[in-house]
């Protein structure tokens, strides 16, 4: 199947979830100490065999640059691959309601005019999949469809994806209606908000939905057509997912990659996850040192006690030190004798003069990057 596929890793519904994202998107935040949220749907592009990637920002342009760095990581194409950050300089400025990813997306048109793909993928960052898009346009190109969007059966419904969009289908497997979950059932299709569209069905309903509302953007544009103007197929992913909307439900994915049978799920040699490298030393350990499963990244000074926690790039956890069911953000400073569990800690914050801070794991204690309790 020699048909060219353009991803746009849509940034314009991602949750805000607190403090975590009051100085970055979801798509920056650190996971596991060593990835960002957005190198997930990014891999899984690369590993899809898209080396065209749109990244629309709606805020926090400058921490998508940061992480991106040379931007060849994602690039498996060195002579027609790239990615593009996306930003809708005129629409951030005034009300946030018209910043939409369709707005974005006119506002630099060039990135896609300069591609000559026949399909466009969006995807989030704040759902983590391994979601292979070569397998969804099969199915699309198959079903003659013009738009497909990409679903999950899931059990949890009533606890998880609140928020989300339930796909009501019919008996063609074709929306029918798009509602928003308020966790009144565990049992639901919830939308992925990932869709595969026609290039020239995009230029369509992208001109459609401006004529009906200047506020419109994709999701807005579905939920008002479906089952009207517009016929979705569907595309069922039985794959691993987790759905970031919360703290809570952060620091649970998180931890969860500790149990080696779920992180399995995830992390398969066939499919492998790509992010940014850091010229970083590895991880030191003193006699003193005592862990016990845990990540730890490179360059993590560790002279304390860590249990089932993340700890980040260049973190330093001082002798006498006990950290328990925490993540710790990178270059951040633990100092002895703290005792923290069930605590967030962001980047660049030291925990000195408070020495215990604990707390249960449904409403984890957070510090705030760069500050010093």
């Known amino acids: 199947m020699n048909k060219k596929l353009f991803g746009f890793l849509n940034l314009h519904y991602s949750p805000e979830i607190g403090p975590l994202t009051k100085e ?62 996306m930003f809708n300089e005129a629409a951030s400025g005034g009300s946030e309601r018209y910043n939409t990813d ?14 000559s793909a026949d399909y466009i993928v969006f995807a989030p960052a704040h759902f983590i999949t391994r979601i292979d898009y070569r397998d969804v346009l099969k199915e699309h190109i198959a079903n003659e469809a013009e738009i497909t969007l990409i679903y999950s059966e899931v059990d ?13 289908l ?25 869709f595969i569209i026609n290039r020239t069905k995009l230029i369509e309903i992208m001109d459609k939905s401006q004529a009906i509302s200047s506020l419109f953007g994709l999701h807005d544009y579905l ?6 103007d517009e016929v979705i197929h569907t595309y069922e992913y039985k794959g691993f997912i987790r759905y970031i909307d919360t703290m809570e439900n952060f620091k649970a ?49 560790i002279a304390g006690k860590v249990r089932g926690s993340v700890i980040s790039r260049n973190v330093t956890v001082e002798k006498g030190a006990v950290i328990e069911n925490s993540i710790i953000f990178s270059n951040s400073y633990i100092g002895p004798d703290v005792h923290l569990n069930n605590v967030i800690v962001d980047k660049r914050a030291k925990v000195i003069h408070t020495k215990k801070l604990v707390s249960n794991e449904k409403t984890p204690i957070y510090i705030d990057q760069g500050d010093e309790v």
């Open 223 to 228: 939920l008002y057509s479906v089952g009207k």
């Open 170 to 194: 019919n008996d063609k497997n074709e929306v029918v209606e798009l509602i928003e979950n308020k966790g009144t059932s565990n049992k639901a299709n919830i939308s992925l908000q990932s």
């Open 102 to 115: 369709f707005a974005n997306i006119r506002a630099n048109m060039y990135v896609l005019d300069r591609s």
């Open 253 to 301: 994915a998180s931890l969860e990659m500790l149990n080696y049978r779920t992180r399995k799920q995830l992390f398969q040699s066939d499919w492998p996850i790509y992010t940014v490298t850091h010229d970083t030393p590895p991880a030191q350990y003193e006699e003193s040192a005592d862990v016990q499963n845990a990540f730890v990244a490179n360059g993590a000074y």
């Open 156 to 168: 949890n419904a009533k606890t998880s994806f609140i928020g989300s969009s339930i796909v009501k």
């Open 24 to 85: 970055r998107p979801m798509a920056t935040l650190s996971f596991l100490g060593r990835y960002a949220l957005m190198d997930f749907p990014l891999s899984n592009f690369v590993n899809s065999g898209i080396d065209q990637i749109g990244i629309l920002v709606k805020k926090h342009q400058r921490s998508v640059n940061k992480h991106l760095g040379s931007r060849n990581t994602f690039n498996v194409n060195t002579k027609i691959g790239y990615e593009t950050v």
